[in-house]
């Protein structure tokens, strides 16, 4: 006489499990496999809204707006210092696809620091350079590099 074999009336519990670890809105801190670690808000499993990542590797943070998991809109990145362990802000502005963009301002060392616009993560449009020695220079960028018209301050 031949088996018949029917089929299940539920559904596998991983199906269930899956659905219960789809992130989204608030969360409390989620851990990557590497240490990474995230704390705020998701849409769809990605980071999204506001939040804060920290990287294990140097110990940096990010905190600020994501979108589609990558940091867009305003946000401030500090590095930590080898040092003293205090935390040292390097970047505080816009942010677009994960790259410095917009109006931002960028910490080189404590006298030296460049505030003005950014374009794919370089110095592009109008902005200022704070070296030093005292001397600023205020004009255009492109490419990282002086362009256009400007004025040095001795």
Not at 36 to 44: A, F, I, R, S
């Given at each position: 006489?031949p088996f018949v074999k029917y089929p299940r009336s539920t559904e596998p519990p991983w199906k269930d499990w899956d659905t219960k670890a789809q992130k989204s809105g608030l969360r409390h801190t989620i851990y990557s496999v590497n240490g990474d670690?995230?704390?705020?808000?998701?849409?769809?499993?990605?980071?999204?809204?506001?939040?804060?990542?920290?990287?294990?590797?140097?110990?940096?943070?990010?905190?600020?707006?994501?979108?589609?998991?990558?940091?867009?809109?305003?946000?401030?990145?500090?590095?930590?210092?080898?040092?003293?362990?205090?935390?040292?802000?390097?970047?505080?502005?816009?942010?677009?696809?994960?790259?410095?963009?917009?109006?931002?301002?960028?910490?080189?060392?404590?006298?030296?620091?460049?505030?003005?616009?950014?374009?794919?993560?370089?110095?592009?449009?109008?902005?200022?350079?704070?070296?030093?020695?005292?001397?600023?220079?205020?004009?255009?960028?492109?490419?990282?590099?002086?362009?256009?018209?400007?004025?040095?301050?001795?």
């Amino acid at each position: 006489m031949p088996f018949v074999k029917y089929p299940r009336s539920t559904e596998p519990p991983w199906k269930d499990w899956d659905t219960k670890a789809q992130k989204s809105g608030l969360r409390h801190t989620i851990y990557s496999v590497n240490g990474d670690q995230y704390t705020g808000e998701w849409l769809n499993n990605q980071r999204h809204g506001k939040g804060t990542f920290v990287w294990k590797k140097d110990n940096s943070i990010y905190e600020g707006e994501w979108k589609c998991g990558k940091r867009s809109g305003f946000g401030t990145y500090s590095v930590q210092d080898p040092n003293s362990g205090e935390h040292l802000k390097v970047y505080s502005g816009c942010w677009k696809s994960d790259k410095k963009h917009g109006y931002g301002t960028y910490f080189y060392t404590d006298k030296e620091y460049y505030e003005g616009d950014w374009e794919a993560g370089q110095r592009s449009g109008w902005g200022r350079m704070y070296f030093g020695n005292g001397n600023i220079y205020e004009g255009e960028w492109r490419e990282d590099k002086h362009h256009g018209q400007g004025m040095l301050r001795l």
